[in-house]
């Protein structure tokens, strides 16, 4: 079906930050496949992982223990200072677990239609219930009626929040990204997450975060929320987490951790020996090369390099992120940018029209964030002598 614009290029094979064309041709990967492959391509640890367990046992189901399952978890629980968690196979899929935990939590508080607060410019998946809790009206439209049981608020507004808590008996969660990423590499300010914590525990409502995109040491720490002093109750991860594989968890702590009971919910799929067994591989590899904070190195290394680039021209508005999550925004729609780029043989995105978004692979080595920072540059300069040329 043609829900996909598709750029005119296949890769058939991947190393590093590198993918090969059906010509032959090199590509410096600077998205990841959307924040997918935080290793890079073809990593030795993650394929002797999926190679030695598919020859090994790939699928039982959840009726029965499942060691490679239970071994992550743990190591989840671990890294993030949660308690448990629920496996799924996608980060939509994730989202609704905590969407459905959240209604839980309301009925358990009488709450006859228990709401989620969620933000503008959001985006939580494609399934019904996160295109619903998701603040983009081209991801809803056509495709109405939406699921109930959402409230919009302006992310990166702590009065708005304030101001339903004044007026709403049916709110029982907040759920937000702790950067914005569809939205556009949207950054809060720096107490945003701590002051919803607090609100939340004010309010008796369930802090879930969306760590999709954020997830699995992007930004610096394992966790967005890690650059702030608090615990969420509820954070969903997919993308980072299988470096390619298909996996999804919600985890959550404390009051959220018995919301679920026997039969409330499952996944055929979730949860299989194979994609907890690669996941466990990125962890241990994170871990031992200290893959977030070079996230974090490099993150500042690139912003900085494309400041010094770029922060001439009145073309670019700002450049923003957190760790290897950055974003420069521009003031003229530019998705022309990533055919332009293609050409050249990188690969970037363009997010909310007029901000390009950069997700690389953790594994980058200083000169291949040299040439993103080079090439891009490039690439941004022409694009806004040509934006003068047009408009003298
Ligand atoms: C990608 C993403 C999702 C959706 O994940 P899927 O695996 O495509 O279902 C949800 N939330 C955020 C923040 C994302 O970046």
Redesign the pocket.
Same mark, same amino acid.
């Given at each position: 079906m043609p829900t996909y614009g598709r750029l005119p290029v296949s890769f058939t094979k991947g190393e590093g930050a590198w993918l090969w064309d059906e010509s032959g041709n090199r590509y410096l990967d600077a998205l990841s496949g *959307? &924040?997918v492959c935080g290793l890079g391509h073809s990593h030795p640890a993650v394929t002797e992982a999926i190679c030695d367990q598919a020859a090994t046992l790939l699928h039982t189901s959840n009726l029965y223990g499942i060691p490679n399952q239970q071994k992550l978890a743990d190591k989840l629980c671990e890294i993030s200072g949660m308690d448990n968690l629920f496996f799924a196979n =996608? !980060? &939509? #899929?994730a989202?609704e677990a905590a969407i459905k935990m959240a209604r839980l939590y309301g009925h358990q508080q009488k709450v006859d239609n228990p709401a989620i607060i969620v933000a503008k410019g =959001?985006?939580? @998946?494609? /399934?019904l219930a /996160?295109l619903s809790a998701t603040g983009n009206r081209k991801v809803q439209a056509g495709f109405e009626p939406l699921v109930k049981g959402f409230v919009r608020a302006p992310y990166n507004n702590l009065e708005a929040l304030r101001e339903i808590a004044s007026r709403s008996r049916e709110v029982v969660a907040v759920m937000v #990204?702790p950067i914005? @990423? #569809?939205g556009g590499i949207q950054v809060p300010e720096r107490e945003y997450l701590s002051a919803i914590r607090q609100l939340c525990d004010e309010q008796n409502w369930l802090m879930i975060l969306?760590e *999709?995109? /954020?997830g699995m040491g992007r930004t610096g720490h394992w966790f967005g929320f890690q650059h702030s002093d608090i615990l969420p109750d509820i954070i969903?991860l &997919?993308?980072g987490l299988g470096n390619g594989l298909?996996i !999804?968890a919600c985890i959550a702590q404390g009051k959220a951790a018995s919301l679920f009971q026997g039969g409330m919910h499952g996944s055929t799929f979730g949860g299989n020996p194979l994609v907890t067994r690669a996941a466990m591989a990125v962890i241990d590899t994170i871990e031992q090369q200290n893959l977030s904070e070079r996230a974090a190195l490099l993150g500042n290394r690139i912003r900085q390099g494309l400041s010094e680039r770029l922060s001439p021209l009145k073309t670019v508005k700002e450049i923003r992120g957190l760790g290897l999550m950055i974003g420069i925004e521009l003031s003229q729609p530019c998705t022309a940018l990533v055919k332009q780029a293609l050409e050249q043989r990188l690969l970037i995105n363009v997010t909310a029209e007029r901000v390009v978004r950069l997700l690389p692979p953790l594994i980058l080595s200083d000169q291949e964030a040299e040439q993103i920072v080079d090439q891009l540059s490039g690439l941004i300069e022409q694009w806004s002598q040509s934006l003068m040329e047009e408009k003298p």
């Open positions: *959307i &924040a =996608s !980060g &939509a #899929e989202n =959001s985006f939580h @998946g494609r /399934t /996160t #990204e914005q @990423g #569809e969306d *999709i995109q /954020t969903t &997919a993308k298909p !999804g």
